[in-house]
């Protein structure tokens, strides 16, 4: 069965620091790779996916993530972390079946220091 | 363009008694999923519609949750009875197309809890 882990349950971070937040899957394809990020209060927004192509995507809010097949992983990164990028970011696998479907990782809560 | 619309923001009730989340979806959209995330996990898909037919209810615990969509647009999802365990919130998204491979877009959720 498809699956996404996070290995870091929470980063703390000083703000114009760099970022990296985790994610590995297991999926038998091709994997269709997403990263949401959870502001407090709000529901979940797209930063970036990955279906195909260029292995390096780029994503809003200045965060990219690099597909990584031999690895397995979906790494978010950003150069250089604001106060207001503190949140729950979600890493999540696309299923293709006769209707897809997506699945989330438990997620990696940012905080951010001044 | 106006986002997916959820209410109540929030709701307490009493174990054993029933709830009912709302939500609209964006115009047009094709597809709407019903997500509970309890504190600490990701979202987890509980009933996706496409148009105002169910594609997957597998992980809908149907002996007390149920959902609807009506004429393809908006939706409700209802808990009878409620348990301890459903204290979560619960998310609203729809996406354009009828797949969920697309960009899904969330509402602000309705946190519930259960005392």
């Known amino acids: 069965a498809q699956s996404v882990t996070q290995p870091d349950i929470h980063i703390t971070v000083s703000e114009g620091a760099s970022l990296e937040l985790r994610c590995n899957y297991s999926y038998g394809a091709t994997p269709y790779l997403f990263w949401y990020v959870q502001s407090p209060g709000q529901g979940l927004q797209l930063l970036l996916k990955y279906f195909s192509g260029d292995t390096l995507v780029q994503g809003i809010k200045g965060f990219e993530a690099e597909f990584k097949r031999s690895q397995s992983s979906f790494n978010l990164r950003k150069p250089s972390v604001h106060w207001s990028d503190a949140a729950e970011y979600f890493c999540?696998?696309?299923?293709?079946?006769?209707?897809?479907?997506?699945?989330f990782g438990p997620g990696t809560s940012l905080s951010v220091i001044p | 363009e106006a986002g997916v619309a959820q209410s109540p923001r929030y709701k307490i009730i009493e174990k054993r008694q029933s709830v009912a989340f709302w939500c609209n979806p964006i115009s047009g959209h094709a597809t709407l999923y019903w997500y509970q995330q309890i504190l600490g996990q990701g979202p987890k898909l509980l009933i996706q519609f496409q148009n105002n037919g169910v594609v997957d209810d597998s992980q809908l615990p149907k002996d007390r949750f149920s959902a609807e969509r009506l004429k393809g647009v908006d939706s409700t999802l209802k808990i009878q009875p409620a348990k301890l365990e459903d204290s979560a919130v619960y998310l609203c998204a729809s996406s354009p197309e009828t797949g969920g491979l697309d960009t899904q877009y969330f509402g602000p959720g309705t946190r519930l809890t259960v005392l």
């Open positions: 999540a696998v696309g299923e293709l079946t006769s209707y897809d479907k997506v699945i």
